[in-house]
C-alpha cells in the first residue's frame, strides 16, 4: 500500500486528515537525521544521506497543498507547501515516535494555522507618549454582544471572550494614561433590540478619539475547512459583510465611564465562560431607535484613511505577539464602523469553531498575547498617527 524508495528504505509521506490540523509521517531508517525549515508558504525537510526519487504529490488539504521531493548531491529533501503558512513560531508541531517495526523511527509533523504562540507573555514596560505627549486621548472599548445575545458559539461563547479581553485591553490603555469608555463591564447590553443597542453603542464615540470593537469569529455551521487566524476590519464602502446580525433580546444596561489608572498589570481573569446572567421572565423589545444620519465627517476619505491605519498597526502588533494566521486587514460594512463619528476598527481574535483556535481562545496566556496586540497597535497609533489639533 505504501510506496518505498529501495535506495534509503524511507516511506513516502503518510497524510492523515485531524480535527483542526493535517499530519504527515514518515518512517526514517535507524541512523537518519533531518533538518525542518520553515520558509513561510512551506515546510522543508532536508535529509543528509539520504535518496529519493524526486516528484510532485497534490494533496489538496486545508492545511497541506501537497509536496516535492527534490535530490541533490549529499541530500534529499521533501518541500511541503503548507496552504497557512509557517513560521519559527507556528503552523507546525513535531514529534518523534518508535518505529512501528522497531527499527529506525517515525517523524510526526502537524500542520495547522492554528498553531499559534501561547506561551506565557510578559509585556514590556509601560507605554510612554512621546510625540503625543500630554495630549488627551479617550478610546471606546466594545466587547460585542452580551446577555442573551451569545455572538459566535464554538469551545466557548464569544461573548465572554469578548469582554475578558477587553477588560485586559483596558487595563494597559489606562496604565499609559488614555481614558477607556466601556460600552459594557458585565454580561448584559443597551436594548432588547439589535439596532438601538448597536446604535447606543456607537453614539459612545461622540467627542472621543477611537471606537474599537472586539469580537471572535465562527464558521456557521461549524466546517472542515480548517478556517482560522486573526481579521481586523474597517468601515470600506465596497465591504460585503452584514450591516448587523438579526435582533435577538437582550437585557439592557448602562454605559461606564473608567478613569485611567497607574496599575500596569495585564488582568488575569478565568478564561473559563462565565454563566449567563438571570433573564426576565419576558422581554419586550423597545421601539428601535432610528439610524444615525451618515454625516460628510462619517463618509470622508480622511476617516476611512485613519480607520485603515488603525486596523494595520493593530494587526501589525497582533501577529508580532501571537504569530497567528493573517487573514487581513480588510473593508466591512459593519454597523458600529460605519456609524461611529471617530476613526474605528473592528478586531476579530479568532475562530471560536476550530477545534484549535477555540482552544487558544481559552487559554489566558494567549489571551495575554492578543490583549497586548491591540492595545499597543492602539498606542502606537495615538502615538505616530492621530492628527494633532
Known sequence: MLAQDTTSGLLVPRI??????????????????????????????????????????????????GYVVEQFDDHAGILFL??????????????????????????????????????????????????????????????????????????????????????????????AGVEVIMTRTDDSTFSADKRTDLTARVNLAKGKTLYVSIHANAIDPPSTDGTCGLEVYYYGPDGTRPLYPPALPIVPSQPVIVPPAA??????????????????????????????????????????????????????????????????????????????TVPSILVETGYVTHPLEGLNLQNSDYRDRITYGIARGILEYLENDYPAG
Request: proline share 10%; net charge neutral.
Open 263 to 340: 496599575t500596569p498589570e495585564v488582568l488575569q481573569s478565568d478564561a473559563n465562560p462565565s454563566p449567563p446572567v438571570s433573564q426576565p421572565q419576558e422581554v419586550v423589545p423597545p421601539s428601535p431607535l432610528p439610524l444615525p444620519t451618515i454625516t460628510p465627517q462619517m463618509d470622508s476619505l480622511r476617516r476611512m484613511q485613519l480607520s485603515r491605519t488603525l486596523a494595520s498597526r493593530v494587526m501589525s502588533y497582533l501577529l508580532t505577539t501571537t504569530a497567528a494566521l493573517d487573514r487581513g486587514v480588510r473593508t466591512a460594512d459593519y454597523f458600529v464602523n460605519k456609524f461611529a
Open 82 to 175: 503548507t496552504s497557512q503558512g509557517v513560521s519559527p513560531r507556528s503552523g507546525y508541531k513535531v514529534q518523534e515516535l518508535p518505529a512501528l517495526d522497531g527499527s529506525g523511527k517515525r517523524l510526526v509533523i502537524d500542520l495547522s494555522g492554528a498553531f499559534a504562540d501561547t506561551s506565557p507573555f510578559t509585556p514590556p514596560p509601560t507605554f510612554s507618549f512621546v510625540k503625543a505627549k500630554g495630549r488627551q486621548f479617550s478610546v471606546v472599548l466594545d466587547p460585542g454582544h452580551g446577555g442573551s445575545d451569545s455572538g459566535a458559539i464554538g469551545l466557548l461563547a464569544e461573548k465572554d471572550v469578548n469582554l475578558d479581553i477587553a477588560k485586559r485591553v483596558a487595563s494597559l490603555l489606562q496604565a
Open 16 to 65: 492523515g486528515d485531524h480535527a483542526g490540523f493535517t499530519r504527515i509521517v514518515l518512517d526514517l531508517p535507524a541512523g537518519a537525521t533531518y533538518t525542518l525549515e520553515p520558509l513561510g508558504a512551506a515546510l522543508r525537510l532536508s535529509l543528509p544521506g539520504l535518496t529519493l526519487t524526486p516528484g510532485i504529490t497534490y494533496v489538496n488539504r486545508p492545511e497541506l497543498a
